[in-house]
T-cell receptor, first 113, second 118 residues
Framework: KNQVEQSPQSLIILEGKNCTLQCNYTVSPFSNLRWYKQDTGRGPVSLTIMTFSENTKSNGRYTATLDADTKQSSLHITASQLSDSASYICVVNGGTGFQKLVFGTGTRLLVSP | NAGVTQTPKFRVLKTGQSMTLLCAQDMNHEYMYWYRQDPGMGLRLIHYSVGEGTTAKGEVPDGYNVSRLKKQNFLLGLESAAPSQTSVYFC?????????????????FGPGTRLTVL
């Protein structure tokens, strides 16, 4: 069964600290992996998109890594800010169309002052 | 450029009532999608459209109907609402106009509609 599992479920860090969120998937075939940020009460916003051949992708203070062999990805947030408080969702595309997207349940991050 | 908009933002229905959720995008995107988001679950695809006048079923289509009469609009209908349809509904869109888009397109989401069915 195609699944995307994220850990931890929730995380609290102090402002200015770094953190890493994990994503393991069993989706096959693999097309690409995405990370989204979802603020409370808002729709998800795309952070990064990585294909099979990409190991890392950055977007400002967000850096995503992908190990397609072990089917793992991580999202590293550097020098966290209060505005980083949100849910971070890992999404794996198991085909060529968006109807094949498999969404994780997300990691809820709270950045505390 | 408003991106993807959804109306209404909130709605409370009684069991058996009907309603339509409206999604609009001003980015000239070909593909549009309806998802539902429930606590403890990832977003699940209800229906999607690959162009004006076309619709297709997603993972959880039962109890919903859709229409794409205009390229910029994608409507989601509930004919007879049930408590199990209490959820947050998100509309999304992607640009590609061919039938098999390279799936690295950025997907743009609307702000969501929170629906409660009593």
């Amino acid at each position: 069964k195609n699944q995307v599992e994220q850990s931890p479920q929730s995380l609290i860090i102090l402002e200015g600290k770094n953190c890493t969120l994990q994503c393991n998937y069993t989706v096959s075939p693999f097309s690409n992996l995405r990370w989204y940020k979802q603020d409370t009460g808002r729709g998800p916003v795309s952070l990064t998109i990585m294909t099979f051949s990409e190991n890392t992708k950055s977007n400002g203070r967000y850096t995503a890594t992908l190990d397609a062999d072990t089917k793992q990805s991580s999202l590293h947030i550097t020098a966290s800010q209060l505005s980083d408080s949100a849910s971070y969702i890992c999404v794996v595309n198991g085909g060529t169309g968006f109807q094949k997207l498999v969404f994780g349940t997300g990691t809820r991050l709270l950045v505390s002052p | 450029n408003a991106g993807v908009t959804q109306t209404p933002k909130f709605r409370v229905l009684k069991t058996g009532q009907s309603m339509t959720l409206l999604c609009a995008q001003d980015m000239n995107h070909e593909y549009m999608y309806w998802y539902r988001q429930d606590p403890g679950m990832g977003l699940r695809l209800i229906h999607y459209s690959v162009g004006e006048g076309t619709t297709a079923k997603g993972e959880v289509p039962d109890g919903y109907n859709v229409s794409r009469l205009k390229k910029q609009n994608f409507l989601l209908g509930l004919e007879s609402a049930a408590p199990s349809q209490t959820s947050v509904y998100f509309c999304a869109s992607t640009l590609k106009g061919n039938k098999e888009p390279p799936s690295t397109d950025t997907q743009y989401f609307g702000p969501g509609t929170r629906l409660t069915v009593l």
